[in-house]
C-alpha cells in the first residue's frame, strides 16, 4: 500500500519523539512492502515563530491531502502569554474542528512490566486495567462561546458549554461500537443531575442504548467516575463522555496506568483520515536531551495502521516489538526501575525498529 502521512512534529520534545515513530514505521513499510510518504507541517509553537498563526491555512490543507496526521507535542511556556486566539493550542483545536475529527479514542492499559510503577495499590493493579475513554472532540464547553465582561464594578467570565443531538450520537455510537469490539461493557460519564446537556445525552444514549443489546449499559456522574477509576479501573471497558469530562478522565487515567509517556490516542472523524498522538505533552524541560520516551507516539503510529489504514498485522507487528523491548528490561528515564537498563529516546526507538 502507498500511505501519505502529515508529520507534525512541533514544539518541544515533538521532533524527537516522533522521529522514532517515522523510523518504526519506516521499518514496518520496509518488512511488509509498503510506501510510506510523509509531509512536513507546522503546527503549534513552531508555526507562531515561523508564520504567525498556530494552523496556518496552507498547513490545515496539507493535513486535508493526506491519509492521516502523526502528531508530536505542541506548546511551551514561551507562548503562555499569547492571547487565547493566538495560542499553540488553538492550532490543535482548529485541528480538530476542520478535519472533523470528532471522537477521540484514548485507551488506558496497563503494561505488566510496568506494573510496579502504577501509584495505585497492588491489590487494585493486580485486578488489571485496560479500558478506552470514548470523548467527544470538537464541541461542548471547549468550543462554545467564552466572554469576560464588566458588571457592577468587577470582570464577569461566562464559557458556553453546546451540545446538539447529532453531535451526541455520533460520539454515542461509536462508544457501543468500541464497546462491542471489546468486553461488551459501555459506561456513559455525564453531571445529569445538574446540566441539561447531560440530560440531553443521557436522552440520546437511551435510544442508542435499544440498538446494542449485547453491550452492557450504564451511566455515572463524573465526579464519582474519577473516584471510580482509581478505586477500582478494573469495573471499566469503554467509557463515553463530552469533551470537558473526556480531556480531564482519560488524563487521570492515564496516570494510573505507571507512565503518561506510554499512552497513544487516535482522533476519529466520519471516515479513515484521522489524527494520532501521545497524551503526554511537549515536555520542554527535557526537550533536546535525548530523554524523551516515544513509546506512546509509536504506539500512536500503529493506532494510525489499524484504524486508519487497516493494517491490523503490522499494529500487532509494533506492539509485540514494544513488548518485547521492556521484556529485554529497556527503560526510558519516566518508567527507570531498579534492575532495568535505562536508555534514551533514540536508542528506545532503534530496539523497537530491530525487534520488529
Same mark, same amino acid.
Not at 280 to 293: E, L, Y
Given at each position: 500500500?502507498?500511505?501519505?502521512?502529515?508529520?507534525?512534529?512541533?514544539? @518541544?520534545?515533538?521532533?524527537?519523539?516522533?522521529?522514532?515513530?517515522?523510523?518504526?514505521?519506516?521499518?514496518?513499510?520496509?518488512?511488509?512492502?509498503?510506501?510510506?510518504?510523509?509531509?512536513?507541517?507546522?503546527?503549534?509553537?513552531?508555526?507562531?515563530?515561523?508564520?504567525?498563526?498556530?494552523?496556518?491555512?496552507?498547513?490545515?490543507?496539507? %493535513?486535508?491531502?493526506?491519509?492521516?496526521?502523526?502528531?508530536? !507535542?505542541?506548546?511551551?511556556?514561551?507562548?503562555?502569554?499569547?492571547?487565547?486566539?493566538?495560542?499553540?493550542?488553538?492550532?490543535?483545536?482548529?485541528?480538530?474542528?476542520?478535519?472533523?475529527?470528532?471522537?477521540?479514542?484514548?485507551?488506558?492499559? /496497563?503494561?505488566?512490566?510496568?506494573?510496579?510503577?502504577?501509584?495505585?495499590?497492588?491489590?487494585?493493579?493486580?485486578?488489571?486495567?485496560?479500558?478506552?475513554?470514548?470523548?467527544?472532540?470538537?464541541?461542548?464547553?471547549?468550543?462554545?462561546?467564552?466572554?469576560?465582561?464588566? *458588571?457592577?464594578?468587577?470582570?464577569?467570565?461566562?464559557?458556553?458549554?453546546?451540545?446538539?443531538?447529532?453531535?451526541?450520537?455520533?460520539?454515542?455510537?461509536?462508544?457501543?461500537?468500541?464497546?462491542?469490539?471489546?468486553?461488551?461493557?459501555?459506561? %456513559?460519564?455525564?453531571?445529569?443531575?445538574?446540566?441539561?446537556?447531560?440530560?440531553?445525552?443521557?436522552?440520546?444514549?437511551?435510544? /442508542?442504548?435499544?440498538?446494542?443489546?449485547?453491550?452492557?449499559?450504564?451511566?455515572?456522574?463524573?465526579?464519582?467516575?474519577?473516584?471510580?477509576?482509581?478505586?477500582?479501573?478494573?469495573?471499566?471497558?469503554?467509557?463515553?463522555?463530552?469533551?470537558?469530562?473526556?480531556?480531564? /478522565?482519560?488524563?487521570?487515567?492515564?496516570?494510573?496506568?505507571?507512565?503518561?509517556?506510554?499512552?497513544?490516542?487516535?482522533?476519529?472523524?466520519?471516515?479513515?483520515? @484521522?489524527?494520532?498522538?501521545?497524551?503526554?505533552?511537549? !515536555?520542554?524541560?527535557?526537550? @533536546?536531551?535525548?530523554?524523551?520516551?516515544?513509546?506512546?507516539?509509536?504506539?500512536?503510529?500503529?493506532?494510525?495502521?489499524?484504524?486508519?489504514?487497516?493494517?491490523?498485522?503490522?499494529? *500487532?507487528?509494533?506492539?509485540?516489538?514494544?513488548?518485547?523491548?521492556?521484556?529485554?528490561?529497556?527503560?526510558?528515564?519516566?518508567?527507570?526501575?531498579?534492575? %532495568?537498563?535505562?536508555?534514551? %529516546?533514540?536508542?528506545?526507538?532503534?530496539?523497537?525498529?530491530?525487534?520488529?
Amino acid at each position: 500500500m502507498n500511505k501519505h502521512i502529515a508529520l507534525i512534529r512541533g514544539d @518541544g520534545i515533538g521532533p524527537e519523539i516522533v522521529a522514532q515513530a517515522v523510523k518504526v514505521l519506516d521499518a514496518v513499510a520496509e518488512k511488509y512492502g509498503h510506501t510510506f510518504t510523509y509531509e512536513e507541517v507546522d503546527m503549534g509553537g513552531c508555526a507562531i515563530d515561523k508564520w504567525g498563526d498556530p494552523l496556518p491555512q496552507e498547513m490545515l490543507d496539507k %493535513c486535508l491531502a493526506s491519509d492521516s496526521v502523526l502528531l508530536g !507535542a505542541v506548546g511551551g511556556p514561551k507562548w503562555e502569554g499569547l492571547p487565547g486566539p493566538q495560542r499553540p493550542e488553538k492550532g490543535l483545536l482548529r485541528l480538530r474542528s476542520g478535519m472533523g475529527l470528532y471522537s477521540n479514542l484514548r485507551p488506558a492499559k /496497563l503494561w505488566p512490566q510496568l506494573a510496579a510503577a502504577s501509584p495505585l495499590k497492588p491489590s487494585i493493579v493486580e485486578k488489571g486495567i485496560d479500558f478506552m475513554v470514548v470523548r467527544e472532540l470538537i464541541s461542548g464547553v471547549y468550543f462554545g462561546e467564552h466572554k469576560t465582561v464588566e *458588571q457592577d464594578g468587577e470582570k464577569v467570565a461566562t464559557d458556553e458549554m453546546y451540545y446538539a443531538e447529532h453531535e451526541i450520537e455520533r460520539i454515542g455510537r461509536i462508544g457501543f461500537e468500541t464497546a462491542m469490539k471489546r468486553r461488551k461493557k459501555l459506561t %456513559c460519564v455525564d453531571k445529569a443531575n445538574v446540566l441539561d446537556t447531560s440530560r440531553l445525552w443521557r436522552s440520546v444514549m437511551h435510544r /442508542l442504548q435499544a440498538e446494542y443489546p449485547e453491550v452492557e449499559y450504564s451511566e455515572m456522574f463524573v465526579d464519582n467516575a474519577a473516584m471510580q477509576i482509581v478505586k477500582d479501573p478494573s469495573q471499566f471497558d469503554v467509557i463515553v463522555t463530552e469533551n470537558m469530562f473526556g480531556d480531564i /478522565l482519560s488524563d487521570e487515567a492515564s496516570m494510573i496506568t505507571g507512565s503518561i509517556g506510554m499512552i497513544p490516542s487516535s482522533s476519529l472523524g466520519d471516515g479513515t483520515r @484521522g489524527m494520532y498522538e501521545p497524551i503526554h505533552g511537549s !515536555a520542554p524541560d527535557i526537550a @533536546g536531551q535525548d530523554k524523551a520516551n516515544p513509546i506512546g507516539t509509536i504506539l500512536s503510529a500503529a493506532m494510525m495502521l489499524k484504524y486508519s489504514f487497516g493494517m491490523d498485522a503490522e499494529a *500487532q507487528n509494533i506492539e509485540d516489538a514494544v513488548t518485547k523491548a521492556l521484556d529485554s528490561g529497556l527503560r526510558t528515564a519516566d518508567m527507570m526501575a531498579e534492575g %532495568c537498563t535505562l536508555c534514551g %529516546c533514540e536508542a528506545m526507538g532503534d530496539a523497537v525498529a530491530a525487534l520488529l
